[in-house]
């Protein structure tokens, strides 16, 4: 006779969920003996200064293998995977064990085996017994038959009861895949509230993800800036430069062209030459090359011999920062000395670089008219967005007739 799909689920269910309570009724109850002999030691000898402390540490020290055990039962028999709040020490020593005691955690372990596990044996012993119930009166011909001819005589009323028995343990049978699968749910989610990772911990866990996929987001996007700046650099502006030459050699070449081909060719050779400056000009504001390839140093002094103004620079850096501190830097320190240029109305800037401890400090000074203004349009907002984004602090301080210093922190431990 074939089972119909339906029904055979419901009885591989129930078959699971009874299996996963009838193995934590004992880890469930693994704690009590211990009680049991610390309150009975306590009646008996009064003792309770010695008789407590030695109970519990008895629980904390067996609550973690309680834990473990747990886990690996959840996860092989229900298919649910309970994480751990903190990675496992690999060495225990009297620091990392007091270390484990002073943490929610271990308490939140140690109240549900000695708080919870009880009412949950007590919930997975009624499942079992309900289960026993109903499969001796769905099987009770079957048993009675069996019995000796003797004993059914005296069990005069067998042949009305049995019926009822059947019928009683049929309905049973019917209702235990959904006791079975309440009972191990609400054991199941108990367990993942109380031995898996806190509120709290979850929340960390995923401002650690939010973190590093902030950083990997960052880096791509700078690596993909560095290729776009050698495609532009090594491509487009070799193509330019060569039309450029081209161009030129075609004037100095050809002296008998007619005067207006010769205008065509000096414009176009002056709007190659300066389509040439602005495509460099674009690729240093997309990743100048020298950075990468010098540091912050050299690319920080190409970048002040191109400002109209007198700079002074300082870069005190003993070694080199992460590529995207030091990009977020570079481009710090050219948007302000631009923002100088056109807002400040300054006779000089001073820029200072160095690293303090794990701190990359970035000082822009200069001898301004003052007043700037974040939400005044300058720049200033996408400034602190570019160091956010790197977990940097940015401070401004610009009163009216200046000076004007832009103070900026990035973290830059590799």
Known sequence: MTIPPRLGRLARRARRDTGFLATGVPLHLALVPVWAWGAATIARTGDWALVLPVS????????????????????????????????????????????????????????????????????ELLVLVAAAVGLAGATGYGWVWALPVGARRVWFGWATLMPCYTVLGLLLLSLLPWLAGVVARAES???????????????Q??????????????EAVDAERRRIERDLHDGTQQRLVSLAVNLGLAMATSPDLPGETRAMLAEAHLEAKAAIAELGDMVRGLHPAVLEDRGLDAALSGL??????????????PERA?????????????EALANVTKHAGASRVEVTVRRVGTVLRLNVTDDGLGGADPSGGTGLSGLAKRVGSVDGVLRLSSPVGGPTTVTVELPCAR
Do not use: C
Request: net charge positive.
């Open 56 to 123: 519990v540490a008895l629980v904390l020290s067996v609550a973690p293998m309680l834990t473990m055990v747990q886990r690996y039962r959840h996860r092989a028999l229900l298919g649910v995977d309970i994480r751990r709040s903190a990675p496992v020490a690999q060495w225990w020593s009297p620091a990392t064990a007091l270390r484990w005691l002073s943490s929610p955690r271990a308490w939140r372990q140690v109240g549900y085996h000695l708080v919870l596990g009880p009412p949950a044996a007590l919930a």
């Open 189 to 203: 989610r108990s367990a993942a509230a109380l031995l898996g990772p806190s509120r709290a911990d979850r929340l």
């Open 205 to 218: 866990e995923r401002v650690a993800y939010l973190a590093t996929s902030r950083t990997d987001l960052i």
């Open 304 to 317: 002040a011999a191109r400002v109209p103004l007198p700079v002074r620079l300082r870069v005190e850096l």
């Open 322 to 334: 992460a590529p995207a501190v030091e990009s977020v830097a570079y481009f710090v320190i050219s």
